[in-house]
């Protein structure tokens, strides 16, 4: 009789085992010639050396599927282990969901432009996502950034910003470096706690499959088989864009956002996002998508906001 012993990584046991290991008990139902023994995040498999691939490979859709949409339930399990072993590997449409989110969020793109995103992002490996706050640019980017991570297309997860308004100078705020990044980073934090569940989210964090930092540390890194996002683009220096831009490595895709509107840089420095639009406007393979009023997906005050100081700043 052969062993093989299948370690579970990236992923809770207590839930994917479910209540009493009734998910593992339909699971062995399934191979009734094999004997399973589940114990913290192994499990143990003896049989013929056939049954114990096609029970991997089974067990593989099934880890595929929980990571994918974090839950996994009795229909779910019978629908997988009965079905054909490539079928969560099927296109996803722009107007598909993106993530399955915690609490059973289904996140998707919700209008025209974010669905733009959702195309462009799949045909090419940079791309700029510029427009007003509120319409869902930055948002949208996590939730693709989060889908590829789970469909296994890149390794981990980059989401960078400036720190602060120009020079990102945080020796005069207190607390350690965590404590003086974590409020600028707040807004990525926010979006990635909607998509993925907390003790897994801490645990990609612990083991840097998500790293979130200022812009200032990317300089000298090259970043291959990554998603990468910069936040609040418009606060970034030629210096620093160029700098970015350029760490780009193999099987890497690159999101770009921001307000060119809200610029907090000084009055005298040239925006980094602005020049790169300019510049890199007719180079094949980065797509630019430009948001306005009408994605605004906040308060319906705000798309009204907008629009106020549109028409006051073209006066």
């Known amino acids: 009789m052969n062993e093989r012993i299948i370690e579970l990584t990236e992923i809770n046991p207590k839930d994917f085992f479910g209540t009493h290991n009734s998910n593992i008990e339909q699971l062995k139902r399934y191979f009734p010639k094999i004997k399973v023994v589940a114990r913290g995040n192994k499990i143990r498999i003896y049989g013929e050396q056939e049954l114990l691939d096609e029970f991997e490979k089974r067990l593989q859709m099934l880890v595929n599927y929980f990571n994918r ?78 889908r590829a991570l789970k469909n296994k297309e890149v390794r981990r997860i980059i989401l960078t910003r400036p720190a602060v308004e120009s020079g990102e100078n945080l020796g005069f705020l207190p607390g350690d470096l965590k404590e003086k990044l974590d409020p600028y980073m707040q807004p990525l934090y926010d979006a990635l706690r909607d998509m993925i569940p ?87 393979g980065i797509e630019m998508i430009y948001l306005d009023d009408k994605d605004v997906m906040r308060n319906k005050l705000v798309k009204k906001i907008i629009s106020a100081f549109k028409s006051i700043e073209t006066e």
Do not use: C, W
């Not at 282990?81 to 598909?96: G, W, Y």
């Open 69 to 146: 949409y974090n839950k996994l339930d009795e229909n779910s399990i019978e629908r997988l282990l009965t079905a054909n072993a490539d079928e969560d590997k099927r296109p996803q449409k722009a107007d598909e969901v993106l993530v399955h989110g915690v609490n059973g969020r289904l996140i998707k793109a919700q209008t025209d432009n974010q669905r733009k995103m959702v195309i462009a992002i799949r045909t090419s490996d940079m791309l700029f996502a510029v427009g007003p706050a509120g319409t869902g640019k930055t948002y949208t980017a996590v939730a693709l950034a989060v």
């Open 198 to 284: 907390h003790e897994k989210l801490e645990s990609y964090i612990e083991s840097n499959i998500i790293q979130i930092a200022p812009l200032a540390f990317m300089r000298g890194r090259t970043l291959d088989s990554a998603f990468v996002i910069l936040d609040e683009a418009q606060n970034t220096t030629h210096g620093q864009m160029k700098m970015f831009l350029t760490r780009m490595g193999k099987n890497a895709k690159f999101i770009i956002t921001g307000d060119p509107g809200q610029i907090d840089l000084p009055r005298k420095q040239v925006s980094g996002l602005k020049e790169a639009l300019l510049a890199l406007k007719d180079i094949r």
